[in-house]
């Protein structure tokens, strides 16, 4: 058995002054989610979403904000956090490529979209290019089968991929995403 070590130095992040949940977005999650459930816990994951909508990922220092928002431990955010794979916890390029790698993709081909991103931007799954424009990720099912191979690209779901025309659209993307991309 072997151990994996992880090296957290790396993962360091200093806490910045500023909360990462502002006055606005806990006004929002009390005034939407609140409501709606018997504990302010359940309104975890529309926080995680909202955080990532905003900042792009979820800082260790939000975390440990969400805990005390939600008045629950920072383990149980954690937990829920490391979960489902669409929350990160780095920052991440203007464009985050999500490559799907289910079996309807994997049969049609995801295997030549990720090494054509790789042949033209040089990174792999997990890395970001040099000038933090793209982000590469492979991803469990994107519930478009019928399309495969597809990739989302922010929340644009892009569908039966050439990997070369797939390449020059991202090429193509202007350096900065438009608003709510
Ligand atoms: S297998 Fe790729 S979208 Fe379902």
């Not at 149980?76 to 079996?103: M, W």
Request: hydrophobic share 40%.
């Amino acid at each position: 058995m072997a151990w994996i070590v992880e090296d957290r130095l790396k993962q360091y992040q200093p806490k910045r002054s500023e909360p990462y949940l502002t006055a606005e977005i806990k006004a929002h999650i009390e005034q939407k989610y609140f409501p709606r459930y018997p504990r302010k816990q359940a309104a975890l994951l529309p926080l995680f979403h909202t955080i990532m909508h905003t900042y792009g990922y979820i800082a260790p220092q939000a975390i440990d904000e969400a805990a005390a928002f939600l008045e629950i431990s920072r383990a149980q955010v954690q937990d829920a956090v490391t979960f489902y794979e669409e929350f990160r916890l780095q920052p991440s390029g203007k464009y985050v490529v999500n490559v799907c790698r289910s079996i309807s993709c994997e049969l049609c081909g995801h295997q030549a979209v990720l090494d054509k991103i790789r042949d033209v931007f040089g990174i792999e799954p997990g890395e970001t290019t040099d000038d933090d424009k793209f982000t590469l990720f492979e991803v469990e099912c994107l519930g478009a089968c019928e399309q495969a191979p597809c990739a989302l690209v922010n929340e644009d779901l892009h569908g039966c991929l050439d990997p070369q025309a797939f390449a020059s659209r991202l090429q193509a993307l202007p350096d900065h995403p438009a608003a709510g991309h």
